[in-house]
């Protein structure tokens, strides 16, 4: 019997606004990016989350900003270091200009991780330039994405594993000046969203051709029947990214997904939690996700979302749960298997 490998996804909201430019934790009083919420507060909650999942890699999703002045890892690995995280080296791939980078915080001891991206033969690097016609005028767009997938060779515990770390363009019709506009947008968006997602299944097809391991994890600001456009577009991108149409031997596994596509009403899992104000109450989602090949859905993983009020291990520890609700409008999303 091996030993068991935990391998989470969390987006942690304003995560950028805790570090100042030299990589330093904010741990004041200060406001952070959350509502009412200080940077101490937020600083020591994640703490408590990121001690508690104890996982041996998280790919963080909206990880600190990257360029001239900031640097990703050095933020990362401060973090890590302040609350003694096994998972204490970071690394990153392409930098973005949305101050939300797609990082890996890792154990080094039991996972060693490189940037290594590659293209396919229908699918250029996450760097490149994607032709896709999304809007069905038979002229292919120029595809690009706003926060590249972040693609690395891992070996953990001596197997070789692909990882993709994805945070797909959100569809939100956010600077709309009225509703037609807004309509406008979501749908532009809403396309977008779905050509990166064609864009990763062509790249992750090719891994799965090939017989690799492979694991898509991240926000894919999407999930099934999650809002009115799906019927216009036809799937979700999370559908597509699974390949649901295809043989199962190219298909990804994900449980939570599969319980969104097949129960449509009754019990069903979500992953983050936000406020909104012109409803004055909180709406629920799923949407963080940990996608697997086939040859490793057969050895007996176990996934789980750290909902603070759904998950009864979160639920029945008031500091854990508090926790989780501070530190971000996402909750972390966990796999546990034995390789």
């Given amino acids: ?37 200080t940077r101490r507060n937020q600083i020591e909650s994640l ?51 949305t101050d939300q980078e797609i990082a890996l915080l890792f154990d080094p001891s039991r996972i060693e991780a490189r940037h290594d991206p590659q293209a396919s033969p229908k699918a250029p690097r996450f760097d490149g330039i994607f032709r896709f016609d999304i809007d069905v005028d038979a002229a292919p767009e120029a595809i690009r994405f706003s926060k590249p997938p972040l693609e690395l060779a ?7 594993l692909r990882l993709i770390g994805v945070h797909a363009k959100s569809k939100a019709g956010r600077g ?12 532009q968006n809403r396309r977008q969203q779905l050509a990166e997602c064609v864009w990763i299944r062509r790249r992750v097809a090719a891994l ?21 456009y799906e019927k216009l577009f036809g799937h979700s991108g999370v559908e597509i990214v699974l390949g649901l149409d295809e043989p199962p031997e190219l298909r990804l596994h994900e449980p939570h997904a599969r319980m969104a596509l097949t129960q449509r009403v009754g019990v069903q899992p979500s992953s983050a939690r936000f406020w909104l104000a012109p409803e004055d109450q909180y709406f629920e989602a799923l ?15 176990r996934w789980r979302i750290w909902h603070p009020l759904n998950d ?4 029945r520890i008031p500091e854990l749960q508090e926790a989780l609700l501070a530190a971000s409008d996402h909750f972390p999303v966990t796999l546990d298997i034995e390789l």
């Fill in 287 to 301: 949407l963080d996700f940990i996608m697997i090949s086939p040859d490793l859905a057969e050895k007996g993983p």
């Fill in 154 to 160: 891992v070996r953990a515990d001596g197997h070789a």
């Fill in 208 to 228: 799965l051709a090939r017989h690799q391991s492979v694991m898509v994890m991240g926000d894919f600001n999407d999930g099934p029947g999650l809002d009115e």
């Fill in 176 to 187: 709309a000046r009225n509703g037609a506009e807004e309509v406008r947008i979501a749908i």
């Fill in 47 to 97: 703490g408590i989350v990121f001690t508690a999942l104890d996982a041996d890699a998280i790919m963080v999703i909206e990880a600190p900003n990257h360029g001239r002045r900031r640097s990703t890892v050095k933020a990362l690995e401060t973090f890590a270091r302040t609350f003694e995280l096994r998972a204490s080296q970071a690394i990153m791939g392409f930098a973005n200009e």
């Fill in 1 to 37: 019997m091996g030993q068991r490998l935990r391998i989470a996804t969390y987006n942690v909201e304003w995560f950028n606004a805790l570090f100042d430019d030299r990589g330093r934790l904010l741990a004041d009083n200060e406001l952070s990016g959350r509502y009412e919420i």
């Fill in 312 to 315: 009864p291990n979160c639920f």
